[in-house]
C-alpha cells in the first residue's frame, strides 16, 4: 500500500512538474515576442532620430566637410547594437 501511494504521489508530481513547465514555456514565449516588438521599435526610433540628426545639421551647419573620422565614427555600432547583435547571434 505504501509503495503505491508513493508511486501515485511521484508520478502526480511529475506530471504537475510537466504542466508548469509548459504553461511556463507558453509565458516566456509571449514575453520573447513582445520584447521583439519592443526591439523592433526602438531600431526604428534610432533610424528616424539619426535621419533628424542629420537633416538639422545640415540645415544649421550646411553641407559638412569631409572628415574620415567622422565618417568613421558614424559606421561604428553603438553598444546597445552590439548588445543586439550579440544576443542574435547566440540564437
Known amino acids: 500500500m505504501t509503495r503505491t ?3 501515485f504521489t511521484l508520478a502526480a508530481g511529475c506530471l504537475a512538474l510537466g504542466l508548469f513547465t ?6 516566456n ?14 531600431r526604428m526610433l534610432e533610424g528616424i532620430t539619426r535621419e533628424r540628426e542629420v537633416r538639422l545639421l545640415a540645415a544649421d551647419w550646411g553641407v559638412l566637410p569631409y572628415d574620415e573620422q567622422v565618417i568613421e565614427r558614424a559606421k561604428e555600432k553603438t553598444p ?10 547566440d540564437l
Open 5 to 7: 501511494v508513493l508511486s
Open 22 to 27: 509548459s504553461l511556463q514555456q507558453a509565458e
Open 29 to 42: 514565449r509571449h514575453r520573447g515576442a513582445e520584447l521583439n516588438e519592443v526591439m523592433e521599435r526602438c
Open 80 to 89: 546597445s547594437q552590439q548588445q543586439i547583435d550579440a544576443r542574435e547571434a
